[in-house]
């Protein structure tokens, strides 16, 4: 629930809180297999965009994302039937959401993959520098030629097939073309040694143009929707932080859903290493403008900001939906709910251009738990969503 000192400042009486299981996988529709193509942490859940632009949008209307992540809220848009907008500060999540939203069909990708060269030789001192943990030593002769090869023709199959490439690089299974490793973030080769010794195992040789079909074929499963096609040429995507708006005009959006940073966030270059090496982005490109703060004052300023320019392109009427998550500023410290850490800047200096009028908290309906592990994965399934309407 919401802190008392929160409450009192929302006097509305259209104010609520509502707690519940807002949606389930079997009263809503699958969210699309191209949400899934590349995931990362921390990023909007499908779910929680499905859920967000049936609800406060119709078909036509313009969604934005000011927080665009690896695309899912535009990807949802798309798919739904509404029109894209989105940015973010970081081109490489900028590049996976262009990839995702503007796929190549199965056939596409296999002719391609057909007339790629990845024999290529490569030395061997490239392949000790930071790679020889993860990958054997043809396996990564294979990575790099299909790298080199992408960069050589960047059009948007190469793009697609670069996304799907992404999703590959490391992970827990001989699907992927690492080791043994994490699927979701890059370990440092340091922690990649530890892992190794410790299961005792060694890079073997994995194929790269088989996994990478496999992976294509699982991503468009669903196929491309023609609405996803129309929709997509309307549609605007661009390198912005989120209190620069400039691509989208006064009054343009219907609805914003986004999942902002949380206070103490790590930069992508420390945990998305090997998929920015594979993309060609330098580190400090990628993460010199994210949102790192450090504490709940410097968060609640860049939120101010934020949803002052967000203001801005939302239309009289339209909603803008906040997924935001509980906070610990260390370990063991007590938790924060950044809904409530919001609200008063809301109602006290953005009131002329916001009403808070709910808090959504999604708790779904779990089985009872047995043990720790799963009651905390029951746990990281729980949503808070603010949810503020322009005036």
């Given at each position: 629930?919401?802190?008392?000192?929160?409450?009192?400042?929302?006097?509305?009486?259209?104010?609520?809180?509502?707690?519940?299981?807002?949606?389930?996988?079997?009263?809503?529709?699958?969210?699309?297999?191209?949400?899934?193509?590349?995931?990362?942490?921390?990023?909007t859940s499908p779910e929680v965009a499905a859920f967000s632009i049936a609800r406060f949008s119709k078909r036509g209307d313009v969604v934005l994302d000011p927080f665009l992540?690896?695309?899912?809220?535009?990807?949802?848009?798309?798919?739904?039937?509404?029109?894209?907008?989105?940015?973010?500060?970081?081109?490489?999540?900028?590049?996976?959401?262009?990839a995702k939203l503007q796929p190549a069909d199965i056939t596409e990708v296999t002719l391609r993959l057909?007339?790629?060269?990845?024999?290529?030789p490569v030395a061997v001192e490239t392949y000790r520098n930071g790679f020889s943990s993860f990958y054997d030593i043809d396996t990564f002769r294979e990575i790099l030629s299909l790298k080199e090869n992408l960069r050589e023709?960047?059009?948007?199959v190469s793009r697609f097939i670069e996304l799907v490439a992404l999703s590959l690089l490391h992970g827990h299974s001989a699907g992927y073309f690492s080791v043994y490793s994490m699927p979701h973030m890059s370990l440092s080769p340091d922690e990649q040694e530890r892992i190794n010794r410790k299961r005792a195992?060694?890079?073997?040789?994995?194929?790269?143009?088989?996994?990478?079909?496999?992976?294509?074929a699982m991503a468009l499963r669903d196929g491309v929707p023609s609405?996803?096609?129309?929709?997509?040429?309307?549609?605007?995507?661009?390198?912005?932080?989120?209190?620069?708006?400039s691509y989208a005009p006064s009054g343009s959006v219907n609805l914003v859903v986004t999942s902002p940073p949380h206070p103490g966030a790590r930069r992508t270059s420390v945990d998305q290493w090997l998929r920015l090496w594979f993309s060609g982005i330098e580190p400090q490109i990628a993460s010199g403008g994210e949102a790192t703060h450090s504490d709940l004052s410097e968060w609640r300023v860049f939120m101010n900001e934020t949803l002052l320019e967000l203001a801005r392109v939302t239309r009289s009427g339209?909603?803008?939906?906040?997924?935001?998550?509980?906070?610990?500023?260390?370990?063991?410290?007590?938790t924060i709910r950044a809904d409530e850490e919001l609200l008063p800047v809301v109602e006290k200096e953005l009131s002329r251009f916001w009403d808070a009028e709910c808090i959504l908290v999604h708790q779904p309906k779990v089985p009872r738990?047995?043990?720790q592990l799963k009651a905390r994965t029951a746990e990281a399934q729980s949503h808070r969503l603010l949810v503020l309407r322009r005036r």
């Open positions: 629930m919401v802190s008392k000192s929160a409450l009192k400042l929302v006097e509305r009486p259209s104010f609520f809180v509502d707690e519940g299981a807002h949606w389930t996988t079997e009263s809503s529709r699958p969210c699309h297999s191209l949400h899934y193509a590349l995931s990362y942490p921390q990023q992540g690896s695309g899912t809220t535009a990807l949802e848009a798309l798919v739904a039937g509404r029109i894209a907008f989105g940015s973010d500060v970081n081109p490489f999540f900028v590049k996976v959401a262009r057909q007339l790629l060269n990845v024999k290529r023709r960047e059009d948007r195992q060694s890079p073997e040789y994995r194929a790269v143009i088989p996994r990478l079909l496999r992976r294509a609405v996803m096609v129309q929709q997509e040429r309307q549609s605007r995507i661009a390198v912005r932080d989120s209190r620069d708006l339209g909603r803008c939906v906040l997924d935001l998550r509980e906070l610990q500023a260390r370990p063991g410290s007590p738990v047995q043990n």
